[in-house]
Structures are given as structure tokens and as C-alpha cells.
């Protein structure tokens, strides 16, 4: 069983910035992919960012130049910087970790809230 705590959202204006973090409990961090999604209010949840175990990542076309994603396999820890934030970004933004070759452990965090205020 794999934890993840998600922190770092909150309230920001427009054209700012956040940059949220996930710590995870797995003892083998270095062999999960890690993501973020998002979800806003009666939407679907969708792939912000991942990260694969080798380094490999992929955007979302929104996220695209202004969001970046990072991991620090040292401290069990991935991020997402998030920079020029529209009201559109406002959702809550999830840690996902999956196993790279057991898609089953598949493991999410509670969320955090990201406000973008105009």
C-alpha cells in the first residue's frame, strides 16, 4: 500500500504561481510512474503531468510551457510548479503514483485545492 500526501495548493491570482508537492510512503518510490491530475467541479478528471520512472514526461496541451513537472527519488517526492494560472486551472489537483509494471497498485492522493481568482 502506497500513501500520498498531497500540499501546496491554495487561493492565488491570476498569473500566478503554486507548486504543489506529493510525498509518498512507497519504500521503492523509484519504481512508480507518478502523475498529476485534476478535476474541477462537476468535470472529469484529467492528466495534468506524468513522469515515468526513467524521467520521460509528458503535458497536458493546457499545461503545456507553463506547468512543470519534477521528482526527487531521494525524498519519495514529486512536484508540479505551476506558473501564469488562469480561473480555468482552479480544480482539485491529485497526486496518482502507478507501479511500472504491476498496473494494479495504482494509488491516489486526497487532493488539494487550487483556487485561480481573476
Known amino acids: 500500500q502506497v500513501q500520498l500526501v498531497e500540499s501546496g495548493g491554495g487561493l492565488v491570482q491570476a498569473g500566478g504561481s503554486l507548486t504543489l508537492s506529493c510525498a509518498a510512503s512507497a519504500s521503492a518510490f523509484s519504481l512508480y510512474h507518478m502523475a498529476w491530475y485534476r478535476q474541477a467541479p462537476g468535470k472529469q478528471r484529467d492528466l495534468v503531468a506524468s513522469i515515468a520512472r526513467d524521467g520521460s514526461i509528458d503535458y497536458a496541451d493546457f499545461a503545456e510551457g507553463r506547468f512543470t513537472i519534477s521528482r526527487d527519488n531521494s525524498k519519495n517526492t514529486v512536484y508540479l510548479q505551476m506558473h501564469s494560472l488562469k480561473p480555468e486551472d482552479t480544480a482539485v489537483y491529485y497526486c496518482?503514483?502507478?507501479?511500472?509494471?504491476?498496473?494494479?497498485?495504482?494509488?491516489w492522493g486526497q487532493g488539494t485545492q487550487v483556487t485561480v481568482s481573476s
Open positions: 496518482n503514483a502507478r507501479h511500472f509494471r504491476f498496473a494494479m497498485s495504482n494509488y
